[in-house]
Nanobody
Framework: EVQLQASGGGLVQAGGSLRLSCLVS????????IGWFRQAPGKEREGVSC????????YYVDSVKGRFTISSDSAKNTVYLQMNNLKPEDTAVYFC??????????????????WGQGTLVTVSS
């Protein structure tokens, strides 16, 4: 059974850091593309970052480039999202997802099949 378990959210002041974890079971993290998405109240879910399964390339939405880093640990079957210099606009529920995307655009939530539960990140000003 495929399961993704996101954790690591919390309350942090602007400029602070958090590291989110996505523990994967049912498949090896290197066999799938793993993405992080977020959804703020009243807004659509948006892609934040993705790490490709085969080539281990990482991708970021423009608003987090230079602040967020995605990485994976195959021994722990876990993907991380290190978030630095957090801003109030980063406040959202963060989700991890898995898929073999092929040519599908990674930022489109509709292209992802497996989802974890969300973890809330709140950044105070």
């Amino acid at each position: 059974e495929v399961q993704l378990q996101a954790s690591g959210g919390g309350l942090v002041q602007a400029g602070g850091s958090l590291r989110l974890s996505c523990l994967v079971s049912g498949f090896a993290v290197n066999d799938y593309d793993i993405g992080w998405f977020r959804q703020a109240p009243g807004k659509e879910r948006e892609g934040v970052s993705c790490i490709s399964g085969s080539e281990r390339k990482s991708y970021y939405v423009d608003s987090v480039k230079g602040r967020f880093t995605i990485s994976s640990d195959s021994a722990k079957n876990t993907v991380y999202l290190q978030m630095n210099n957090l801003k109030p606009e980063d406040t959202a529920v963060y989700f991890c997802a898995a898929e073999r995307l092929g040519g599908t655009k990674w930022t489109d939530p509709k292209g992802w099949h497996y989802w974890g539960q969300g973890t809330l990140v709140t950044v105070s000003s």
